[in-house]
């Protein structure tokens, strides 16, 4: 997603956590667990996944991400959900998190002759 959709996203989910609070935190969980396979496949551990009945998205979508980069998203969904415990301003939280989503990398195949 480009920048203009995360910004729109992080804006729906700012206006609904001032409704309700655990609906933003239940969305939040559910991209730690799947950022958390990401991670779990990536590493070869694809028997200790959450969402089995995605294996083959999740395989693919490891493709596009470095192993550093799925890290530091876990920990940025963890620092997210932490913050909006601690009644920080939900618009700049979100904004935050929207920023940090690493990209997907495509590969690009050259050849050569």
């Known amino acids: 997603a480009d920048y203009e959709e995360r910004f729109t996203y992080a804006a ?25 396979d990401l991670l779990l496949v990536k590493i070869g551990c694809n028997e200790a996944i959450t969402n089995v009945d995605f294996e083959a998205t999740l395989i693919d979508s490891t493709r596009g991400y470095k192993l550093a980069q799925i890290k530091a998203f876990i920990n940025s969904i963890q ?35």
């Open 12 to 36: 729906e989910l700012a206006a609904q956590f001032s409704q309700r609070r655990g609906s933003v935190q239940e969305v939040l969980d559910l991209w730690l667990d799947w950022w958390r």
């Open 79 to 113: 620092a997210a959900g932490e913050q909006l415990r601690q009644n920080a301003n939900p618009q700049l939280v979100l904004e935050v998190l929207m920023l940090s989503m690493p990209g997907r990398e495509e590969s690009i195949s050259v050849k050569y002759g």
